[in-house]
């Protein structure tokens, strides 16, 4: 047991023996009674923009706890520590027929993996892109060249969509399964301090090490990883699973995780011809906008913005359309990042945003993005919201000229409906290359409106983020997915039983440790109902 210190504010320039010293003084005990302690929560405080702080929350061993959190119990900032949660399932005493199946080797597909072969289940995961080393050639080769592998890219391959990107692992969901995700990280190679940093991430060099390592304990553990692996059809039998196919043959099973990324398509396409319920669910569009790095640190941390302690700077912004009452906001910041292409189909483009570890690029860029939901897309069927991704992304891969050329334009040129005709000190980092071109010519109207209304709400916040170097880059389509596939209490789906539709593909997550939180409650359920293989 410990005691739980919240709040602690630091300089910048303080040490560790300051921190002791503070909690010793908060909790009024004299320093040499405390025997450890540990940082559970770092981070920045720049509310105030000239006076930076650190706020720390720490846990704290020390002599005589339980009448020192008596002395201090009106103190809302000071208390026992929590009994950490334990993935104590009791297993279920059915017999299962087949190993489980998992679809998927994303951040919902990978955790579900993990946790059912440390429970002796013996997992199937079937990928249909690569596995991560030969995933990073077909990337690479396509942002140099333009040559698409339509089944191993951005959005599909080992480790989901999350590894090329910028390895985020912020969320708003409340659930201590979210401690187990990043101390399995940890445990496979990321820093260790995504434990306790505020805004933790862990960048797309260190996460294809990280996701690697994942698969090969799942594998050691006894769990099965089969890569270029497509899930083709899914067999049903009386309302339960049957079998599925996969690369054409049929694999008899009765359990099977659905852990589909946002962009399975086609995958999509099948579960709906087939029956499977499934909804049309909001989601947002937009543009990915970059500015010199140096100008976001500037606003957000003024004469400390070079200080060695603070790393590039983020920002969040959000804004209420007072006309259309859409909300406008900043999605996925990527601080000393790239912008990146992002297309998992043939003459579709999509950007996204991708850092590295150390975040040490010259240009910020995030995506600005745009509300959109079912009364907006054209008929009423499930896949409606796909479909008009797809239709934008089409104009988009017209617009900048074919090849996966993006059009790009000044945020300054786009509020005055003019195509830019020369860059200013942002130089746009898409590759495999760009054009100037009116980005209102792939985005809906209401969609322009609404992001002309934003940039002027966010230039009051971030002076400076309207202007001739600030680049915008079309489009962004891939915030969440746009579907849901219903399940039911068990995450079974309401049609098919043991058919568990999981993470960010499902429409039930968004982000890496919210899908992986995801996975492991599919994996849990099977747990409970089903006794282990070994």
Known sequence: M?????????????????????????????????????????????????????????DVECEDEYKIIKKLSNNKNIKLEEKPYERNVEYGHKILKHRPVIVGMGPAGMFAGLLLARNGYKPIIFERGEQVEHRTKSV????????????SNVQFGEGGAGTFSDGKLTT?????????????????????????????????????????????????????????????????????LYSILVNGEERPCSTAIL???????DTYEMLHEMGIPMEAKPFAIGVRVEHIQELIDTNQYGKFAAHPKLRAADYRLTYTSKNSGRAVYSFCMCPGGEVVAAASEEERLVTN???????????????????????????????????????????????????????????????????TTKLGKVIPTYTPGYEFKDLRNCLPPYVVDTL???????????????????????????????????????????????LYPAGEGAGFAGGIVSAGVDGLKAAESIMKEYYPLY
């Open 2 to 58: 410990a005691i739980r210190i919240n709040n602690i504010l630091l300089d910048l320039d303080d040490d560790m023996e300051t921190l002791k010293n503070r909690a010793s003084k908060k909790l009024n005990v004299p320093l040499k009674h405390i025997k450890d302690f540990k940082i559970v929560k770092e981070s920045i405080d720049a509310r105030k923009r000239n006076l930076i702080k650190i706020n720390y929350c720490i």
């Open 140 to 151: 690479e080769r396509f942002w140099k060249d333009g040559i698409l592998n339509l089944e």
């Open 172 to 240: 708003r969901i409340k659930d201590n399964r979210c401690d187990f995700i990043l101390e399995e990280f940890v445990r496979a190679g990321a820093p260790e301090e995504i434990i306790y940093k505020g805004k933790p991430h862990i960048g797309t060099d260190i996460l294809k090490v990280v996701v690697k390592n994942i698969r090969e304990e799942i594998i050691r553990l006894g769990g099965t990883v089969h890569f270029s692996s497509k899930l083709e059809k899914i067999n049903i039998r009386d309302g339960k």
């Open 259 to 265: 852990a589909l990324g946002h962009s399975s398509r």
């Open 353 to 419: 945003g991708m850092s590295y570890y150390k975040r040490d690029k010259e240009n910020a860029n995030a995506a600005i993005v745009v509300t959109v939901g079912p009364k907006d897309f054209e008929g009423s069927d499930a896949l409606s919201g796909m479909k008009f991704q797809r239709y934008y992304e089409g104009l988009a891969y017209k617009l900048g000229g074919g090849g996966y050329k993006a059009p790009i334009q000044a945020v300054e040129d786009f509020l005055q409906d003019r195509v």
């Open 452 to 498: 002309k209304e934003g940039f002027k709400d966010f230039d009051k916040k971030i002076n400076g983020f309207i202007s001739k170097d600030a680049i915008m880059t079309g489009i962004e389509t891939r915030t969440s997915a746009p579907v849901k596939i219903l399940r039911d209490e068990k995450l079974q789906s309401i049609s098919v039983k043991g």
